[in-house]
């Protein structure tokens, strides 16, 4: 366990489909990432958030939309997306932005 | 130019032996580097992180950084089948912020 704690671990939705993943970081960081993770390609950063805001938006469509309520949680909401985006999406957190600790990742099909 | 480089593989060693895994990076100024390791299916896992130039030994693991000619090894001593996974390096980019760039990963099959 690193204390990374992300749900659901599988998801499977249409493309009309609007659905949420969820992470939660037990550790006391200050900082929270999403990442995308596909087949023979490096991990992928989509956002980043410090202290609750957002601080990194790396062209991600908005098909995708993160939330951070407070610096535990943090969301990607999912709608309208394409079969291409299937892949692992990987939550992440740090502490002053060095070592990050993942989640066990949330493996989205999008049929 | 990739910001962070690794050899893909499959590098095979055998059970008992030394395995090299190399990673070469772009950004001169960076200052932070790590090895994950990444089972089949399962997320990364921070096996070292290593600042300074020189070695850093942790049972083992030992990272190796050269500032000069940009590049950060992992050396894993005593190779066990276990250690079979993808190896990724992960660098943070000078003014990068809180930001990693990872490179795409080296598998490592320790055979038997």
């Known amino acids: 366990e690193t204390g990374v704690t992300q749900t659901p671990r599988h998801l499977v939705m249409g493309m009309t489909n609007k659905k949420s993943l969820k992470c939660e970081q037990h550790?006391?960081?200050?900082?929270m990432y999403w990442y995308k993770q596909s087949a023979k390609k490096p991990l992928e950063l989509m956002f980043v958030?410090?202290?609750?805001?957002?601080?990194e938006n790396n062209s991600v469509p908005s098909r995708f939309s993160p939330e951070c309520p407070n610096s535990s949680h943090l969301f990607l909401h999912l709608h309208t997306l394409q079969p291409e985006d299937s892949a692992l999406y990987l939550c992440?957190?740090?502490?002053?932005?060095?070592?990050?600790?993942f989640g066990e990742g949330s493996r989205l099909t999008v049929l | 130019q990739k910001e962070v480089e690794q050899n893909s593989g499959p590098l095979s060693v055998p059970e008992g032996a030394i395995a090299s895994l190399n990673c070469t990076y772009s950004?001169?100024?960076?200052?932070?580097f790590f090895w994950y390791r990444q089972y089949s299916g399962k997320s990364p896992e921070l096996i070292m992180s290593?600042?300074?130039?020189g070695d850093k030994e942790d049972g083992r693991f030992t990272a190796q950084l050269n500032k000069a000619s940009q590049y950060v090894s992992l050396l894993i001593r005593d190779s066990q089948p276990s250690d079979s996974a993808t190896y990724l390096c992960?660098?943070?980019?000078?003014?990068?912020?809180?930001?990693?760039?990872f490179g795409t990963g080296t598998q490592l099959k320790v055979e038997l």
């Open positions: 550790l006391g960081h200050n900082a």
């Open positions: 290593i600042y300074s130039n």
């Open positions: 992440a957190s740090s502490l002053g932005g060095r070592e990050l600790f």
């Open positions: 950004d001169r100024g960076s200052q932070s």
């Open positions: 992960a660098v943070n980019i000078a003014g990068g912020g809180n930001k990693l760039t």
């Open positions: 958030y410090s202290l609750e805001e957002r601080v």
